[in-house]
C-alpha cells in the first residue's frame, strides 16, 4: 500500500512537471521608436529691438522680412575681405536670449550664437574685426541689427561672437573695431538714410510730450513715440533723411530727462 501510494505521489509531481514545461513563455516586446521628424521652422517673432514700436531701427518693413531665414551667410575670412577700411575703439557689450529668433534689423532672424553684431552707423551687411583689446582673441562678425542705445558703448556682439572674443563673462569690454568695405546693395544709397533716436524714458508721458514738442518743430519729419525693453523712446525721421540734416535735429534736441540720449543711427 506504501508503495502505490508512492508512485501514485512520483506521477503526480512528473505530470505538474510536464504541464510546466509546455506552458507558454511571456515576452514582453518594447515598440520601436517613431521614426525621426523633421526639426519644425523656427517661430519668427517681433523683436523689441527693431521695428516702430521699440528702441532698434529696422531697414525695412516688418512684412519684407522672410520668415525663418538665416541670419547670416557663412562668414568670409580675412584674406577674402581684404583691407580694414575704417578703424573704431570703445566699448563693446553683448546680447542674447531675450532676442533670439527675433527679426533684426536687416530683416534676418537673429541667432544667438551666429557670428553677429549691432552698430549705429556701419551699413548693414558690413564684416568688421572685432579685438577684445584686454585678452587679444579676435572675431570676424557682421553687422545684421542697430543698437547698442547705451551711452559710451559702440558695439553689441551676438552671444556667439562675445564668446570668441572673451568677453562673455566679462559682459562689457574695451574692443578695436576694423570694418572692411560694406557690400554693394542695388537700389541703397551709400550715402545711407538716417533718424534720431531719444530715450529712454522712464514714462510714457515724457516721451509723449517730447514727440508733441518735435511735431511742431519739425512739421515735415515723421515722428513716433513707443515702448521698449527699457523704457519709452522718441524717433524721428527728417524728410530728408541724410546723415546732415539728422546730425543738425540730434545736436538741437535737449530732452527733459537728463538720461535720455539723442542717438543718430542708420536704417539701411
Known amino acids: 500500500m506504501i508503495h502505490r501510494t508512492f ?30 521628424t523633421s526639426s519644425p521652422a523656427p517661430v519668427v517673432r517681433a523683436n523689441t529691438r527693431t521695428g516702430t514700436d521699440n528702441p532698434r531701427v529696422a531697414a525695412a518693413p516688418a512684412a519684407s522680412a522672410a520668415p525663418g531665414r538665416s541670419a547670416v551667410a557663412e562668414t568670409p575670412t580675412e584674406r577674402e575681405l581684404g583691407k580694414p577700411v575704417e578703424t573704431e575703439v570703445g ?21 544667438q550664437n551666429a557670428m553677429t553684431a549691432a552698430h549705429l552707423t556701419l551699413p548693414l551687411g558690413t564684416m568688421v574685426r572685432v579685438t577684445n583689446l584686454a585678452t587679444g582673441q579676435s572675431a570676424v562678425v557682421r553687422i545684421t541689427d542697430r543698437g547698442p542705445f547705451v551711452k559710451g558703448r559702440i558695439l553689441d556682439l551676438s552671444l556667439g561672437a562675445a564668446k570668441a572674443i572673451g568677453l562673455y563673462r566679462m559682459g562689457v569690454g574695451k574692443v578695436r573695431v576694423e570694418a572692411f568695405a560694406p557690400p554693394q546693395h542695388a537700389g541703397v544709397d551709400p550715402a545711407g538714410r538716417w533718424c534720431v533716436q531719444i530715450g529712454a524714458f522712464a514714462t510714457e508721458a515724457e516721451a509723449q510730450k ?13 515722428v513716433i ?44
Open 225 to 268: 513715440q513707443f515702448a521698449g525693453p527699457t523704457g519709452h523712446w522718441v524717433r524721428i525721421t527728417p524728410a530728408q533723411p541724410d546723415r546732415v540734416h539728422t546730425t543738425a535735429i540730434a545736436s538741437n534736441i535737449h530732452p527733459s530727462d537728463p538720461q535720455a540720449e539723442p542717438y543718430l543711427t542708420r536704417t539701411n
Open 7 to 36: 508512485r501514485v505521489a512520483v506521477f503526480s509531481v512528473l505530470a505538474i512537471a510536464a504541464v510546466g514545461c509546455h506552458r507558454e513563455t511571456l515576452v514582453y516586446r518594447q515598440a520601436p521608436p517613431p521614426p525621426p
Open 210 to 222: 517730447l514727440q508733441r514738442d518735435l511735431l511742431r518743430r519739425y512739421v515735415t519729419a515723421k
Open 91 to 111: 566699448m563693446a557689450s553683448w546680447y542674447g536670449p531675450q532676442y533670439n529668433l527675433h527679426n533684426a534689423a536687416d530683416g534676418s532672424v537673429y541667432d
